[in-house]
């Protein structure tokens, strides 16, 4: 059974900084893409990043130049540096892959960007 456990959420300031972290078991790793994924109140949750098994990111345009998607394929984790965080940006963010026939995430982690 695939497993994902978030961390490294919190409250920031608006212009702070946070890393997100994904500790990822029950899969290998390595041969599967992975995405941070984020859901405000009210809102669908959205993709935000994702990172091949080889480590090609891509991301969604609101967070180009802010954000960086990085992985560790030993450590089975996968991160997400978010920099210069807005408001907007406050939702509670998971970690997700794709895995055989479904999706899989973990319980998420809230990041909370005050003004």
């Known amino acids: 059974q695939v497993h994902l456990v978030e961390s490294g959420g919190g409250l920031v300031q608006s212009g702070g900084s946070l890393r997100l972290s994904c500790k990822a078991s029950?899969?290998?790793?390595?041969?599967?893409?992975m995405g941070w994924y984020r859901q405000a109140p009210g809102n669908q949750r959205e993709l935000v990043a994702t990172?091949?098994?080889?480590?090609?990111?891509n991301y969604i345009e609101a967070v180009k130049g802010r954000f960086s998607i990085s992985r560790d394929n030993i450590r089975r984790t996968v991160s997400l540096q978010m920099n210069s965080l807005k408001p907007e940006d406050t939702a509670v963010y998971f970690c997700?892959?794709?895995?055989?026939?479904?999706?899989?995430w973990g319980r998420g982690t809230q990041v909370t960007v005050s003004s």
């Open positions: 997700g892959t794709n895995y055989s026939t479904r999706t899989f």
């Open positions: 029950g899969l290998n790793f390595k041969l599967y893409s």
């Open positions: 990172i091949t098994g080889d480590g090609s990111p």
